[in-house]
């Protein structure tokens, strides 16, 4: 069995640093281009809200501290009520160094992608040789899963660094060679850094201590062990105190750990429902049909049969450590998802392991069958293979339109344009929003606050049906940070119901001295979305009445050129008769 450094024929490389910093702008090219065009949604929007002002805020149907506390104490800035903070600290750090923008809310994601490259490369050139560690590279720089992480802008994105960074040091610790004495410090500020960006990297604890029981029981004798220890329980200070403070104010934790535990605290509503799930069948089989439509079927069933080969090693006892443990981590996964589900965003910390997987068994079979002409099958099997997976990762990630046909030449799990980026663009370039400086700081529920100014003002009514959490970046950002005057269509009727309901909704913004108006419509409301038919007929008739006053009428197109939004600017300067129209009862619920 080799245990690490075993001598393995290897093809010859001249200068793979080089190589590796062309695959290296490879994989930052498909994660990065285009990214200027791309929606801030998702996750993505409510979390860079959040970063913004380093304030745990969704809204009273997600509550959170600032809702329960009203002023918020002092231990509810170490971190967030549904997620770890160091994610969010990056983010703010990019923020406040870049300023707030798509590419700014993204780019963490993106370079979290390009620096698991690296990391890959290193891992496999420890124990493997470059050639190796070029291909898990290259594997993971195309994977068009990967690639979508990356964009998509979840946690995941920055918290496979630190899972790949801790599986290092793992190996390094367990294998034959060159061991720095500060690698066990590395492995537990690896693991502390991987908790500290999502839970779902607990199961490299068991993962750690079975490599590390198994091959390496010395290390615990030593006092490197106990750095290495002492590391994590230092970065998870600020969570531990958190969710002890939590505990003993509200009698649960958060809301991540609450739904790890089984807890399901009214405090947290819905999001706590997500924990234990003893549907393994149908667990394990989500594991297998994400996998397969997240990746080309050339390189999803190539992984399969990898994955078989390597675990026939493992069983007749002739894996090297590397492939051990990196089937020890993929074991842990899969295990954490079999109690919990699996969904596309939580099942990317696997890839990395079946890159490295994918590169061993390529590297065993290069060394297995010398001929000659087996090694050019089999070098000609790795380029289609990663020539299909590159193709199909721009067809899915890159390309504003696809060519062909979904799950052959392109993932159905696209990352959708709705023009909520193009519209932002708009509307700052039209100055009708503010400039992004320092944000306001909130430390209390009642500073919450949407500031509207009438006299001599411009004012942006906003259609509330919309994507919820688009929304939290696109309004509420600039309303509770930066004060702009943009109001949901939901709180416009409600000030023009207390204020003066019985004139029009035009006669009332001239009674307040409005200057300019910008109704911001939205060209095609998802079925899903908030609103009433009393609603959909009053903003029709008043989109109507302000295009026959003039009004300049602006489409905004997504960046595929499909109709997103419409945007209707008027001045208050005419003297036309008003609308005579009330403000809707049922407008949202």
Not at 541 to 554: D, K, N
């Amino acid at each position: 069995m080799h245990n690490g450094t075993a001598n393995i024929s290897r093809p010859s490389l001249r200068r793979p640093l080089g190589i590796l910093a062309v695959v290296v702008l490879l994989g930052f090219f498909l994660r990065f281009w285009g990214i200027w065009n791309a929606d801030v949604s998702h996750d993505l929007a409510i979390n860079s809200y959040r970063a913004v002002g380093w304030f745990d805020y969704l809204g009273d149907k997600q509550t959170s501290p600032v809702n329960w506390f009203g002023t918020l104490p002092w231990w509810t800035k170490l971190s967030f009520h549904d997620h770890p903070p160091l994610v969010f600290a990056i983010q703010h750090g990019v923020f406040w160094l870049l300023g707030q923008t798509s590419v700014t809310a993204h780019l963490p994601f993106i370079l979290g992608g390009s620096l698991t490259i690296v990391v890959l490369y290193f891992l496999l050139a420890r124990t493997r040789g470059p050639a190796a560690g070029l291909i898990a590279a290259g594997l993971y720089a195309v994977a068009s899963y990967a690639v979508w992480e990356s964009r998509s802008g979840y946690l995941e994105g920055v918290e496979q660094v630190f899972i790949v960074a801790a599986v290092y040091y793992l190996v390094a610790l367990c294998t034959a060679g060159p061991v720095k004495p500060y690698y066990p410090l590395a492995l537990g500020g690896a693991l502390g850094a991987a908790l500290l960006s999502k839970y779902t990297s607990v199961f490299l604890i068991p993962v750690i201590f079975i490599a590390l029981f198994s091959w390496n029981r010395r290390l615990w004798r030593t006092r490197g062990f106990w750095y290495g220890v002492a590391a994590v329980v230092i970065a998870l200070v600020p969570l531990a105190v958190y969710n002890v403070m939590i505990y003993l104010s509200r009698g649960h934790f958060d809301a991540a750990l609450s739904s790890m535990l089984g807890l399901h605290p009214s405090d947290f509503g819905g999001i706590a429902r997500r924990g234990v799930n003893l549907n393994f069948a149908e667990n394990i089989s989500s594991i297998v049909r994400i996998l397969s439509g997240s990746l080309s079927w050339p390189f999803f069933w190539l992984t399969m049969i990898g994955l078989g080969a390597s675990v026939v090693r493992m069983l007749q006892r002739r894996a090297d450590r590397l492939t051990e443990i990196a089937l020890l981590a993929m074991a842990g996964i899969v295990a954490l998802f079999a109690f919990s589900g699996a969904s596309d965003r939580f099942l990317s910390i696997i890839v990395p392991f079946l890159c490295v997987n994918n590169a061993v068994v390529w590297q065993e079979a290069w060394r297995k069958f010398p001929a000659r002409g087996f090694h050019g099958a089999l070098a000609g099997i790795l380029v289609l293979v990663v020539g299909y997976e590159a193709f199909f990762s721009i067809n899915t990630n890159v390309l504003l339109r696809p060519w062909g046909r979904e799950g052959v030449t392109f993932s159905g799990g696209r990352l959708p344009s709705a023009g909520y980026e193009q519209l932002d663009a708009y509307l700052r370039a039209q100055q009708a929003l503010p400039p992004l400086v320092r944000p306001k700081r909130i430390t209390a529920y009642n500073q919450i606050t949407v500031t509207v100014h009438f006299q001599g003002a411009r004012l942006v009514l906003m259609d509330d049906r919309v994507d919820w959490f688009a929304l939290m970046w696109y309004v509420r950002r600039y309303q509770h940070y930066y004060g702009a005057n943009i109001l949901d269509l939901t709180s416009f009727f409600e000030l023009w119901r207390a204020n003066d309901p019985t004139a029009g909704a035009f006669e009332f913004l001239k009674r307040k001295g409005v200057k300019e108006i910008w109704l911001v419509r939205a060209a095609n409301p998802p079925p899903s979305a908030p609103g009433s038919e009393e609603y959909a007929q009053w903003i029709d008739g008043f989109s109507r009445f302000l295009e026959e006053q003039g009004a300049t009428v602006v489409p905004i197109p997504t960046a595929t050129g499909a109709a997103a939004f419409t945007v209707y600017q008027l001045g208050f300067s005419t003297t036309s008769p008003d609308v005579r129209s009330r403000p809707p009862d049922a407008a949202v619920p």
